[in-house]
């Protein structure tokens, strides 16, 4: 059975760095690709940085360029999100999903693209 389980989240000051851990399990990620959401409150769900699995190739959404990065390790099945100079508005939900094939490209970083989901780990940025 598929399954992400996310970890990672917690509180942070405005400034400061957080690596969210993605741990996939019954399902190679050499096939897939990988994606990073997050939803703040009454805010829909917006694409974050997704990775392809078999090459590495990585987009970002234009809120987190040069303040995340994206990475797998395949050996262990798991996939990274570093975040620095975190801000207040870089507080929501944060959410990796798979899919094997999504229909937007494997840069994709529309929501729904993407067919399995972890349960979130939630990211509060505040002095």
């Known amino acids: 059975q598929l399954q992400l389980v996310e970890s990672g989240g917690g509180l942070v000051q405005p400034g400061g760095s957080l690596r969210l851990s993605c741990a996939a399990s019954?399902?190679?990620?050499?096939?897939?690709?990988i994606g990073w959401f997050r939803q703040a409150p009454g805010k829909e769900r917006e694409g974050v940085s997704c990775?392809?699995?078999?090459?590495?190739?990585?987009t970002y959404a234009d809120s987190v360029k040069g303040r995340f990065t994206i990475s797998r390790d395949n050996a262990k099945n798991m996939v990274y999100l570093q975040m620095n100079s975190l801000q207040p508005e870089d507080t929501a939900v944060y959410y990796c999903?798979?899919?094997?094939?999504?229909?937007?490209?494997?840069?994709?970083?529309?929501?729904?693209?993407?067919?399995?989901w972890g349960q979130g780990t939630q990211v509060t940025v505040s002095s």
């Open positions: 019954g399902f190679t990620l050499d096939y897939y690709a």
């Open positions: 990775i392809k699995g078999s090459d590495g190739r990585t």
């Open positions: 999903a798979a899919d094997p094939s999504p229909p937007g490209g494997w840069t994709s970083l529309r929501q729904y693209d993407y067919s399995y």
